[in-house]
């Protein structure tokens, strides 16, 4: 069974939406673009919005990200928020869903959700029960990676999350995306086939806004 990796670094990784580095050529196979708040550069922030715009036209652009809010980036905290805020428009003008990084700024994040008119995605959820039910109250969708595989308190907050807003990612980890598949399966008590099914729903629901 193929199983969709919501947020991959792997280039051998056609099923799933491949995070394109800003040096990278345009992949023949789904990916992200955005700028991360680590990748902003001082004084060059609008060659960095002209080059994403460039990425974001292309027809195998799924998705505008990382992007978001990083308490531990150099940038300053205005300059990240007037970035994630020109990607949340572009997102709205291009109708392609944003993954969002974040860094001990979620309730910052969740401020911009109304500036939003497309899916909003937390990649590499690992955050307390509190963050997870305020981020599905504001109608954001979660994404794992390979710490549900041994976070006892991610698996509990995870066992809790509605099926209908999770996605299963890699990241840039070396884990097998299917091992993630099995071990939220048996935390959600339901097969594999089913989680699969359901995950690419949601993947449908994003890219229909």
């Excluded at 531990?72 to 007037?82: L, P």
Aim: net charge negative; with cysteine.
């Amino acid at each position: 069974m193929d199983f969709f990796d919501f947020h991959h670094h792997k280039k051998d990784r056609a099923f799933g939406i491949y995070n394109l580095d800003c040096h990278d050529p345009v992949p023949d196979f789904p990916y992200s673009a955005g700028i991360h708040p680590k990748d902003i550069v001082s004084g060059g922030m609008e060659m960095q919005l002209i080059q994403l715009k460039e990425l974001a036209s292309h027809k195998l652009c799924v998705a505008i990200g990382e992007c978001g809010l990083d308490a531990m980036a150099e940038a300053d905290k205005d300059v990240q928020e007037e970035i994630f805020l020109k990607q949340i428009l572009l997102s709205n003008e291009t109708r392609k869903p944003l993954i969002i990084h974040c860094v001990r700024k979620y309730y910052e994040v969740i401020a911009f959700r109304k500036k939003a008119e497309q899916a909003m995605v937390i990649h590499g959820f690992n955050k307390k029960q509190g963050i997870a039910d305020d981020l599905i109250r504001n109608n954001f969708y979660l994404s794992f990676g390979k710490a549900v595989l041994y976070n006892l308190s991610l698996q509990d907050t995870l066992r809790t999350v509605p099926m209908n807003r999770i996605f299963l990612e890699t990241d840039d980890a070396d884990v097998d995306i299917g091992e993630l598949y099995q071990k939220t399966a048996a935390i959600k008590g339901i097969p594999v086939e089913k989680l699969s099914e359901q995950i690419r729903e949601n993947l449908a629901q994003i890219q229909n806004g």
